[in-house]
């Protein structure tokens, strides 16, 4: 049994109890569970948050990424760049619609090289998938200019990063569309799957709610296109809007966390820190991300002292035989893979959690 969880789910929910258990009973004594009025506030509440016009509620991440690719027009013949270091969905996204991807490496904050970016561009390029890894935002200043230079579509893949901020805007208000998931480990997670896609373009969004139902928008008789049965399901949008109302204080309390990891690991000779951002940057630390050459070994060190890890990813998705991406060399992604582990860090964790966590990574480089 571990001391410290990586993520401790039934705390949250003994902390908040009484509100999940209304959430639960006002949505089933209602019977409100499809494209209610709860995923309709919870939509408004995250565009208005966002900065952005439109926000769609759908089933996954996934879908998110998948509908706005879709949407944007990829397809057979295009190449969309993207990165090797992030979960597969990004780049499955890419390839469903029928597109070639095309990756490129990152560099130690473990986001896109976006001096790297215009070296992939080729005639068939339509556009770039930036991924804001960590809760950690992209130069999205760099990634825009050049999408303008060669007329290039954007799709954020902000899944680890609701509330992350680049020069004072946040991330999924820079590109055509941008993504979001709530899977449950999330900083903004339901209690299962769900997805939402951001967007300003009044044609684009109504092209992702006409997918995410089966080509219905205003009627339920009226099918404008094909599309796929993808909805955020109302009772995930209640629990969400009901945890939004402590989002700003569970990212204070993550960056309160981060800041005892930077204090409590800094200077130890073998350990890579998690990166610094400067002022451009507001980082809301979707994961504590450390790095050091005898990764499997610490990791090891750590489940034994009752220390929950994770390693994203262990395999780098160019290097998964079967997708067939094995002609990329990225050789930084492949050195951060080898090294790379993730903390506990989540609202509840306690202060003394987190000194248990210090001391036993400071233990094993002693």
């Known amino acids: 049994m571990y001391q410290v969880r990586f993520v401790n789910y039934p705390r949250q929910y003994q902390l908040l109890k009484k509100e999940f258990d209304r959430v639960f009973e006002e949505v089933m004594s209602g019977g409100d569970f499809i494209l209610r009025r709860h995923l309709e506030e919870f939509e408004k509440r995250i565009a208005d948050y966002v900065g952005t016009k439109y926000a769609i509620g759908v089933n ?27 979960f597969v969905a990004t780049v499955g996204a890419i390839v469903q619609c029928g597109g070639t991807p095309v990756l490129v490496d990152i560099t130690d904050d473990f986001n896109i090289g976006v001096d790297q970016i215009e ?15 960590n809760g950690h935002a992209c130069n999205m200043d760099t990634i825009m200019e050049i999408a303008k230079k060669y007329d290039l579509r954007i799709i954020e893949d902000a899944a680890q990063a609701l509330g992350a901020q680049f020069k004072g805007r946040r991330c999924a208000s ?23 896609v951001c967007t300003n373009d009044d044609v684009l969004a109504r092209k992702i709610k006409a997918y ?5 928008v205003e009627s339920v008789e009226v099918v404008e296109c094909f599309g796929w049965c993808t909805r955020l399901d109302n009772l995930h949008a209640a629990i969400l809007n009901m945890k939004f ?6 990212i204070k309390r993550r960056r309160m966390i981060a800041r005892m990891y930077d204090e409590g690991l800094s200077n130890i000779p073998g350990l890579i820190p998690h990166p610094k951002s400067n002022s451009d940057y507001f980082d809301v630390y979707q994961n504590y991300v450390i790095r050091t050459e005898r990764r499997d070994a610490l990791a ?30 990225l050789p930084m992604t492949e050195l951060i893979s080898a090294e790379v582990l993730s903390l506990p860090i989540y609202p509840e964790l306690a202060d003394e959690e987190v000194e248990v966590v210090i001391e036993a990574v400071k233990h094993f480089f002693v």
């Open 300 to 329: 090891t060190h750590l489940q034994k002292s009752g220390v929950e890890v994770l390693i994203s990813w262990r395999v780098p998705t160019h290097q998964q035989k079967a997708l067939g991406l094995g002609h990329f060399a």
């Open 245 to 250: 109302n402590y989002f700003e204080q569970w």
């Open 119 to 133: 070296a992939a561009i080729t005639p068939r390029t339509k556009g770039i998938i930036p991924v804001h890894l």
């Open 212 to 216: 995410r139902d089966n080509g219905r």
């Open 60 to 86: 996954t991440g996934t879908d998110a990424l998948y509908l706005s690719a879709r949407a944007l027009g990829f397809g057979p013949g295009d190449e969309v760049i993207t990165v090797s270091h992030t």
């Open 174 to 196: 820079f590109g055509d569309a941008g993504i979001f998931s709530f899977y449950p480990a999330k900083v903004l997670g339901t209690a299962g799957d769900g997805g939402m």
